[in-house]
């Protein structure tokens, strides 16, 4: 079985300020695992994902994330926050040799507030 | 690309009663999952199917059932419907060769009272 653990419900930052949001997973076999950022009444977007390679990931808007295995954590950070990046944020985990079969296993999720 | 697209938007319902969500994915991606995510809380994955054969599922009663037809569109169908099943329900769907790569649509809302 996988989980996902994202510390922190609500996070609020200062525009220009680092984004640091935590996540931690649970996995018996190697993960794969995503970044998605939903916006109000909209579906996920994908921002960054591990699958295998350089553990350091790059995304979209700015964003990266570092794969540390012996800490079994998946932080996501971004340089300068920007009052656009106020969402929810979720982390997700899935099995290296799923196939995709055993869908993605998600956090409860972040709450991202720009403050200005 | 154009995207998935689901529909209605939203939808009320009325408890026992059965309901069907639509979803249309981009040509090519023959492989669509469906989602539950009640408010405040994270995606659950309820299945997944590929070249319209269900080939993963997750923690949900029988009563949650699917199909994905030849065009790449699919449903969701849930029968009896519950209180509790009122969520955001999310298709997504990926092509070959994207390494989960998934594509969300924007989701049905679903109220059942």
């Known amino acids: 079985a996988q989980s996902v653990t994202q510390l922190g419900s609500h996070v609020s930052v200062s525009e220009g300020a680092l984004v640091l949001l935590r996540c931690n997973y649970s996995?018996?076999?190697?993960?794969?695992l995503f970044w998605y950022v939903q916006y109000p009444n909209q579906g996920l977007q994908l921002l960054l994902k591990y699958t295998t390679g350089a553990t350091l990931v790059k995304g979209i808007n700015g964003f990266e994330a570092e794969f540390k295995k012996s800490e079994t954590s998946f932080h996501l950070t971004k340089p300068s926050a920007h009052m656009s990046d106020a969402a929810e944020y979720f982390c997700?985990?899935?099995?290296?040799?799923?196939?995709?079969?055993?869908?993605?296993?998600f956090g409860k999720g972040t709450h991202l507030i720009i403050q200005p | 690309e154009t995207g998935v697209t689901q529909s209605p938007t939203h939808l009320i319902k009325t408890r026992g009663q059965q309901v069907t969500l639509r979803c249309s994915s981009q040509?090519?991606?023959?492989?669509v999952s469906w989602y539950q995510q009640a408010l405040g809380q994270g995606p659950q994955f309820i299945f997944q199917?590929?070249?319209?054969?269900?080939?993963g599922r997750g923690n949900f009663p029988p009563r949650f059932s699917g199909l994905q037809f030849p065009n790449y569109s699919s449903e969701l169908n849930v029968n009896a419907l519950e209180l509790d099943d009122s969520a955001l329900y999310l298709c997504?769907?990926?092509?070959?060769?994207?390494?989960?790569?998934?594509?969300f649509g924007s989701g049905t809302r679903l109220t059942v009272v």
């Open positions: 199917y590929y070249r319209e054969e269900e080939n």
């Open positions: 040509s090519g991606h023959n492989t």
């Open positions: 997504a769907s990926s092509r070959p060769g994207q390494n989960y790569g998934y594509t």
């Open positions: 996995s018996s076999v190697p993960p794969y």
């Open positions: 997700a985990v899935t099995r290296y040799s799923g196939g995709g079969a055993d869908g993605l296993t």
